[in-house]
């Protein structure tokens, strides 16, 4: 008879036997929270409320913006005016200018020019003469370029400003231009405030509406991080036994 022998082992993992207690304790807790006590969103808007000055400010931009400014209204119509030669030939004082101008210079003839020449003509007793009527027509002539000199200075010096106006009007007319594009500006930048704050608003309901699609799978992650992973402990069992053979030799 013949005799043999037989060895076997095995493993296996358990929470370590101290943690026991406080892991049923955490189960039991942690399925409570989940079962009993739903996840719930902040009650209250996470949007900030509207300022009243922000919005009485919009509206004014508005009633601005759709109503325009007889301000500037009236300088667009006087540069348009300015520069089409509307205001040439209008000064009301210009003419009341010149007259007191050439009256000066009429009455200066009369009591100084014209009684010299008479006088000279009169004591050589030559009034009436070809000499004294040439001389009366050469000082009549020279009456008349200066009264036309005055004209010229006083009419010409004011179409030169009229035509400095003209330009300069011009020169400003694209500043006119541009400020037809400041009211549409305004009001797009009101509307672009408005359309942010409304997509805050939808912002919002997204994400109440995803908090409460996921609000389950969170609670459950809740749950498996409340839990955790247990310590484990490891063990090993080994067993032997013996076997015999009869054997008839």
Do not use: C
């Amino acid at each position: 008879m013949a005799q043999g022998s037989s060895s076997s082992s095995s493993s296996f993992s358990r929470p370590w036997r101290e943690q026991a207690p406080y892991l049923k304790d955490i189960y039991s807790r942690a399925q409570q929270q989940v079962g009993n006590v739903p996840l719930s969103y902040y009650p209250g808007s996470t949007i900030a409320g509207r300022d009243p000055a922000t919005l009485s400010g919009e509206q004014a931009i508005i009633d601005r913006a759709t109503g325009g400014s007889s301000l500037l209204d009236a300088g667009r119509s006087e540069t348009e005016a300015t520069i089409r030669g509307d205001r040439f030939n209008t000064n009301p004082h210009l003419d009341k200018t010149f007259n007191r101008a050439a009256e000066g210079v009429t009455r200066s003839f009369n009591r100084a020019v014209l009684p010299q020449l008479e006088s000279r003509f009169a004591g050589s007793n030559r009034l009436g003469s070809g000499a004294h009527i040439g001389a009366l027509g050469e000082a009549g002539r020279a009456l008349g370029g200066e009264l036309s000199g005055l004209a010229e200075r006083i009419y010409a010096g004011d179409y030169q400003q009229e035509r400095d106006r003209q330009a300069a009007a011009a020169a400003g007319a694209p500043e006119y231009a541009a400020a037809d594009y400041m009211d549409p500006a305004m009001l797009q930048q009101v509307g672009a405030g408005r359309e942010a704050y409304s997509q805050q608003q939808i912002n919002d309901l997204i994400k109440r509406f995803e908090f409460a699609r996921d609000e389950p799978a969170t609670r459950i992650a809740n749950y498996s991080r409340l839990v955790g992973a247990p310590v484990q402990e490891s063990a090993s069992k080994s067993s032997s036994f013996s076997m015999g053979i009869l054997s008839n030799i």
